[in-house]
Every structure is written in structure tokens, then in C-alpha cells.
């Protein structure tokens, strides 16, 4: 049996991963103020479990992409995806704050690896002109699972619970992996792929020997975390990252405390802005290929579509300070088109930057850098939320892209790149 067009079945299959990932992560912040309420939590406990979640992530996200170079694409993806879906299916079994604590932290060793593993899936299967896009579309998948999450979790919540909440996502994430190992080899050994399909892009894409799991001696981290290219890009995720998680984790928070949001107004209103999301990384990453093909360097076009998006995130500053929820709302969809118009590229160039096996090495490191930003971001919320307001973290989440669109500019010239 073949599959037309599987290149596009393997990108819809990394959305839906990312969408599995996001919704995983979202569904707690959904509940928190029934599990706060539950378990005797204040707003500071709430953050200190949320960045147990960013800890794991961070120790595991330095770890995940060269597991990931290690294992190859497909052994490593399907680790990954299995142990953050029954993590996030443990969730359903907590009795206190302790037991959510261990199952976020065991969520935060399992979801990193999607990245890497997405990232190297794309840079096996489109070429250079396309992989933003490739980008673009598993990114995207993150901003559904964003908007998903709050509807869903609070249907269930409402219907059956909130342990089942946590079930039903976590069940989803497994029947993912069944369809992946099923259809997921790379292009070269993929028994569906039509063979003049492959003809037809062979040449564009990385060499058959690429997409094998690497060597110990193929992959040294020590040499790429040196390399200017690879802490270039730790150091921007470090102050960018942290801002579509604190949309993530704190939106529904700040709804429901400053908006006076209830469960079922949270679970209709938080989605905007992650459905608004969801189509600038498309758009995005589309934007980037559509200015090479009009003859753009990769580098500037790349840079380009960075700079757009971060040109509007400065929205984000007015949140706290317009006067009706829906207002609100609007400048943190600001915030979710800006960020995916960002990452859509920002999560490209390591494919544009470095050899095939070293790409999950450093988008690993990448995002460790990303975590470790998280993580001191949310202790930070934490504590300025408790004690003054939401108005100085929205201030810090607008310019941080502006802030780090220099730095990509000064630190990483185009002769850094693998084709200009």
C-alpha cells in the first residue's frame, strides 16, 4: 500500500503531536482554581508546581535532542510521546500537591523531545524553501492544543470531573503514537511512500545517511553548545520562550482573577488567542519560503518574518490596562500571532544552521535555554502576581521579542548560515 502526498501526512501528524503536547500541559491551568480550591493551594503554590514542570523540562530539554539524534526520529519520537502521555494520565490520579508536583515533573521530562524529534521529521522530509513551513505547521499545532484545552477540559470537568479531564488527554497522546509507528520512517526506508514521489524531492532533502541515529562520536555536544549558532539561539529563547508560556499557563488565571471569568466563561474565552495563534505560524513560516522563492536570501528572509513578529508583541503591554475583558483578550491574540510568526522561523534555523545530526542536539540545547527562562519567569509571576498585579508581566512579555530580534540580527550574520 502507498500514500499520495505523505510528506503532508507526516506534517499533519507532527501538528497533531504538538497539539497533544500543548493541550497536556494546558489542561492544568484550565482547573487550577477548582485544584487550588480542592488541595489548599495558594497562587505561589500554584507557580512552584507549574515550575517543577519547567525544571524537568529544562533537565531534559538539554537531553532530549541528542537522545533524539541518538535513537533516530522515529524510536526517539515514540519514547518521548509515551512517557508524557501516561504522565499526563497520572495526573488523573493526584491526592494532593505533592502527587500533581511528581506527575508535572515526569510531564516535564516527556515533552521536550517533541521538538527535536519534530524538527528532525522536517528536515528529513522538506526542503530548505519549505521546512518553515514544516515548522510552521507542527508549531501550529501547538496554539490548537492551546485553544483546545480549555473548551475540552472544561466539558469534562464540567460533565464528569476533572480527573478525567486529565484521562482523556493523556489516552490521546497514545493513540497517536499507535499511527506513528505505523507510518513513520524516513523518506528513504518508507515502505508507503511512492517512489516517484521521492524521486521528485530526493534531491532537495537531507542525505539518507543524515537521518540515521547517530554515533556517539557523530554528535559532540561539547563542540556544537560552543558554537556561536547554538548559543545564539539558547540565549534568545531564553527571554522569548517564557512568554507564550506564561499565556499558556497564566491566562486562564488571569481571567478568572482579574476578569472574574468562571469555569465555563474561561473554557469559551481563553482559545482566542491560541486560534489566532495557530494561523500566524503558518502563516509565518509560509511568509519566510515565499520570500525565497521571490529571490530573498535564506537568512534575510528568515530574519524578516522574526522581525514582523516581533514588531506587534509590544501589544501585549496594554492587556492589564484597557477596560473590558474582550479588549484584553484582543492584545494577548497580539501576543500569540507574534510569538508563532517568531518560532515558525526561530525553529527553523537550526536545520538552516547546522548538519543533519547535530540539528537535534541544538534544538534541544535551544529549548533548554527556553526552560530555564520559563522557569524563572513563573517563580517571578508567582510572586509579583501575589503581591502587585499582572501589569509589569505584561509589560516584560512585550518586549522581550523586540529585545532579542537585535540579538539575532548582531550575533548571527549570514555567513553563519548553511545556505545564503
Not at 520559563?374 to 510572586?383: E, F, K, S
Not at 548582531?410 to 555567513?415: M, T, V
Request: glycine share 10%; with cysteine.
Amino acid at each position: 500500500m502507498k500514500i499520495p502526498k505523505l510528506r503532508w501526512i507526516i506534517a499533519a501528524m507532527l501538528f497533531f503531536a504538538c497539539a497533544i503536547n500543548y493541550a497536556d500541559r494546558a489542561a492544568l491551568s484550565v482547573v487550577s482554581p477548582q485544584l487550588r480550591q480542592e488541595f489548599s493551594m495558594t497562587e505561589e503554590d500554584y507557580s512552584q508546581i507549574v515550575t517543577l514542570f519547567f525544571v524537568a523540562y529544562a533537565i531534559m530539554y538539554a537531553g532530549s535532542g541528542y537522545l533524539v539524534d541518538r535513537l533516530g526520529t522515529r524510536r526517539g519520537f515514540s519514547w518521548f510521546i509515551f512517557v508524557w502521555s501516561a504522565a499526563a494520565m497520572a495526573h488523573g490520579l493526584v491526592a494532593g500537591k505533592w502527587s500533581l508536583a511528581a506527575a508535572r515533573f515526569v510531564l516535564g521530562l516527556g515533552e521536550p523531545g517533541n521538538w527535536p524529534a519534530a524538527a528532525k521529521a522536517v528536515g528529513e522530509w522538506f526542503p530548505a524553501r519549505q521546512r518553515a513551513l514544516g515548522i510552521g505547521i507542527f508549531n501550529a499545532g501547538s496554539s490548537i492544543g492551546s485553544a483546545l484545552a480549555p473548551p475540552v477540559v472544561a466539558f469534562l470537568t464540567l460533565r464528569y470531573g476533572w480527573r478525567y479531564a486529565f484521562l482523556f488527554t493523556g489516552a490521546v497522546g497514545l493513540a497517536w503514537l499507535a499511527a506513528w509507528l505505523f507510518l513513520y520512517q524516513p523518506p528513504h526506508l518508507n515502505r508507503l511512500l511512492r517512489r516517484e514521489e521521492y524521486e521528485g524531492f530526493k534531491d532537495q532533502i537531507q542525505r539518507p545517511e543524515e537521518s540515521a541515529p547517530a554515533s556517539a562520536k557523530a554528535v559532540d555536544w561539547r563542540k556544537v553548545i560552543r558554537m556561536r549558532e547554538c548559543y545564539t539561539l539558547i540565549l534568545v529563547r531564553f527571554f522569548t520562550d517564557p512568554v507564550i508560556y506564561f499565556v499558556i499557563f497564566w491566562l486562564p488565571e488571569y481571567l478568572h482573577t482579574e476578569r472574574h471569568f468562571d469555569l465555563a466563561m474561561v473554557g469559551k474565552y481563553a482559545s482566542v488567542p491560541f486560534v489566532v495563534g495557530g494561523a500566524g505560524y503558518v502563516l509565518g513560516g509560509w511568509l519566510s519560503g515565499r520570500l525565497m522563492r521571490r529571490g530573498w536570501k535564506l537568512p534575510n528572509a528568515r530574519k524578516f518574518a522574526m522581525l514582523l513578529g516581533a514588531a506587534v508583541m509590544p501589544a501585549a503591554i496594554f492587556a492589564p490596562l484597557v477596560p473590558t475583558a474582550a479588549m484584553a483578550i484582543g492584545a494577548a491574540c497580539f501576543i500569540t500571532l507574534g510569538h508563532a510568526f517568531w518560532v515558525a522561523n526561530l525553529q527553523t534555523l537550526p536545520t538552516d544552521l547546522f548538519a543533519g545530526q547535530e540539528v537535534g542536539t541544538t534544538t534541544g540545547f535551544s529549548g533548554m535555554g527556553g526552560a530555564v527562562g520559563g522557569i524563572l519567569a513563573n517563580l517571578a509571576t508567582g510572586w509579583v502576581v501575589q503581591r502587585f498585579s499582572y501589569a509589569p508581566v505584561f509589560l516584560m512579555a512585550g518586549l522581550m521579542h523586540p529585545l532579542s530580534i537585535a540579538l539575532v540580527y548582531w550575533l548571527l550574520p549570514n555567513r553563519y548560515f548553511k545556505t545564503t
